[in-house]
């Protein structure tokens, strides 16, 4: 049953000051991810029983200031005035005192019940940066906490502020009506003379600084950028690998376990045998098996985003990026579909034109993502097993290159003129906060297990029944009803040198999610290694990477775009591509002699 | 001497002259503290690429077709 909440506090704050931290440490498991009622914004919630209250904490989108141009600012509006929250944390990193003022006085401004909670204190003591907590309160009108989010600290305190929440008059001095920016900076600037004291030693350039330097530097960024991604991959296998191959073994024993079972009651009928071991277990089972390379790709893309690293992809990205009419923010969408393409088009939000927003969103069905993944695996195992970290290095890097391309032939085609200015915080670097880590990593993966046992399963289902239908036929066979469908199909492929029938039914399926495509491939042929050849079989990767989105991608990008046009579009133009870039390939590599 | 952003070297710390953005990004870049008379440093101009600037303790990246539009004065 659920208990009524006694209280409800919302945090906000600057990007990058460490409030994703303080949610995950004050809420622990006790969270859900959504969006907020008909936005495309995500909404975190979790909830705190604290001295003997429920407290519901709500995670606002991380902002610069509430003058509501940009979607999240509204959202944070609407929240502070209609929900009524109790208290609204802001979290400020004090190192930057300055600017994070500004967010505050804001916040003053529209009357929200404020408690500022002081955070990486300790960074900015090595910096030589004091704050007189004190003073700052009592300028402020508000009540000023001191925490520490990574290390727990100050949190106690922290709550027991907010659940005797008053408003204390406040000590402005200020016109509150007046909405200048420069004002209201011009206000803090006094006011952290009263506050802030700042030793006048000059900080000696930390390893941070000549890092950055390295990572941003001209000739050295893109190169760099590139190398950290091969070694990604060469991490993914080499981590994953052998937990997989446990994965696989226990399903392979759980499947005979199963047929050993249903032999004690010879009256169960052999289809259910065969739902059970080839159906549902074949096809879930052999999806599940790629947890661990789902796991460890999210682990990384988490560690990359959390350090503060993208934003300097971002920063080495924007020269390559202006040649597509775009800026190297436009980047970031594109670098998170590697994970999924679900996100990389929600996150296309943080561009504000609208048509740089419609331009990365047909790129990024082009974007590799982590469903293609357990496909390229399965098959550079079976014909490249020396090479596997390359070639499907080789599938990324085509997958950057064929987005790119089809980005500028758009820009060409679809939109004459973009510009849009380029503006993004460089965040220092810092050490990823674990906890925030494996919080991404296990809503994504929850989202990929939920995807196994709802979609996959279904299709799991479907592809059992068309392979054993019509009764009597021999499962998975040519005179399967997969058979004869794969057959009609078939020949349109054959030109890539896939003209299977198998294949045809897989790609079919791959429709609902890609994943799936392995699992047909279970369900329909115990040996790939006689359908396709090396050469075959990376025209079929190919194929793969760049054929039609899936389900999932499509809906979104309706919810996106607002029409069914843009969709529908993409179905046939992605294909094409994928037809186009396969039949090359597969032609290409007989002319030269490799087939 | 007022110059055009991109024209300020590493190290040179600046005070905001007139800038000529479109108004919604003008006020982006208020909130992050960039406006008429406010003072930043140049961490980082290649003459390629993106200027990365320091406005009170914090580095912002900022494109180069913009740093072209906003003017300055050497402190």
Redesign the interface.
Known sequence: MEKKYNNIIGLIGNPNVGKSTLFNVLTGAHQHVGNWPGKTVEKKEGTIDYKDKKIKIVDLPGL??L?A?AEEEKIACDFILKDKPQAVVQIIDA??L??NL?LTLQLIEIGAPVVVALNMLDLASQ?GIKIDIQALSTLLGVSVVKIDAKKKTGLDNLLDKILNYKKQPSKFTYDLKNKK??IR?AFINDLIKDVLIQDKKEIKKGLSDSF??LV?N?YFGIPLFLLIILAVFQIIFKIAQPIINIIELSFEFLGIKIIDFLALWPAIPNWINSLLVDGIIGGVGGILVFIPIIAVLFFILGILEDSGYM?RV???M??FMHKLGL??KAFLPLVLGFGCNVPAIMATRIL?DKKDRLLVILMSPFISCGARLPIYVLFTALFFSAYQGWIIFSLYLLSIIIAVSMGLLFKKVLFKKL?T????????YRWPALKNVLMYVWFNLWFFIKKAGTIILFFSVIVWLLASFPFGVEYGSLESLAGRIGQVIAPIFAPLGFGNWQSAVALLFGFGAKEVVVSTFGALTSDLTTLFTPLSAYAFMVFILLYMPCLAVLAVVKQETKSWRWPLFMVGYTTTVAWIASFIIYQGGRLLGLG | MKKRLVQFKKGDKVKIGCMECRCNFGNRLTELGLFEGSEIEIVKNDNFGPLVIKIFNSKIALGRGEATKIYGEKI
């Open positions: 610069y200031s003058n141009y190192q930057n300055t600017r500004y910096q920016a420069s900076y950055d330097n941003t001209k934003a971002a920063f080495v924007d020269k800026h190297g504000e510009s200015p380029f503006v993004i915080e460089l965040p220092p």
